[in-house]
């Protein structure tokens, strides 16, 4: 299994208030986890990423959590804002020889 | 930062047509890829390549050719279009493999009709 779960598809919250998506992964191998934020009409682009020897990395209100035990890793957007607003997908991968396999992807709404 | 273009940015060709999507980068990157993005799917990858002349094959591979001709140029060949190759394409280059931060292209919307 390769598959990556991403969960909610849709998510909508009022500014202000934090955003937690969630993502699962079947293999036990992976070891490269990055989020990918999506605006309309854009290309995805990496807004964080952590890596298997870590359990949490934090950087610009965004924080990441890796729990590899339960092979599950979230991102949680603190203080969300308008630009927010976006698609966001995780990814999983393993080692050299692989690639990054994509969630199904989270639109999230900030709302005022 | 990394640049990826790709060309045409949009394609509208009948079932059974031919189409060739382009994708450049400057990067110097050794690793190319192109992904199509569904809705309820997310990104899936089609083919990707290490280097010139090189083609791997993804998960999503069925009625798609692919040729990297150069280390700057990968190419997505579409034979035969049928209407479930209407999609969003994202082409992305990465300077290794799987480990690396994957730059994207603006995209390319093809419509199969």
């Known amino acids: 299994g390769e598959q990556v779960e991403q969960l909610p598809s849709i998510l909508r919250v009022q500014e202000g208030s934090s955003a937690s998506i969630n993502c699962t992964y079947e293999n036990s191998a992976s070891n490269y986890f990055p989020w990918y934020k999506q605006e309309p009409g854009e290309n995805p682009k990496l807004i964080i990423d952590?890596?298997?020897?870590?359990e949490r990395k934090q950087t610009q209100g965004l924080i990441v959590l890796l729990d590899k035990k339960a092979k599950r890793f979230s991102l949680h957007i603190t203080d969300t804002q308008p630009g927010d607003s976006a698609m966001y997908f995780c990814?999983?991968?393993?080692?050299?020889?692989?690639?990054?396999?994509f969630g199904t992807g989270t639109k999230l709404q900030v709302v005022p | 930062e990394a640049a990826v273009t790709q060309s045409p940015r949009n394609k509208v060709t009948v079932t059974g047509g031919n189409v060739t999507l382009s994708c450049r980068q400057t990067n110097s990157h050794n690793y190319m890829y192109w992904y199509r993005q569904d809705t309820g799917h997310g990104l899936r990858l089609i083919h990707y390549?290490?280097?010139?002349?090189?083609?791997q094959i993804g998960d999503v591979p069925d009625g798609y050719k692919a040729t990297r001709t150069t280390q700057e140029d990968f190419f997505l060949l579409l034979e035969l279009a049928s209407p479930s190759q209407t999609s969003l394409y994202f082409c992305?280059?990465?300077?290794?493999?799987?480990?690396?931060?994957?730059?994207f292209g603006e995209g390319s919307r093809l419509i199969v009709v």
């Open positions: 952590i890596r298997s020897n870590m």
């Open positions: 390549s290490y280097g010139a002349g090189n083609l």
């Open positions: 992305a280059s990465s300077e290794g493999s799987s480990g690396n931060t994957l730059y």
């Open positions: 990814a999983a991968s393993a080692n050299s020889g692989t690639y990054q396999r």
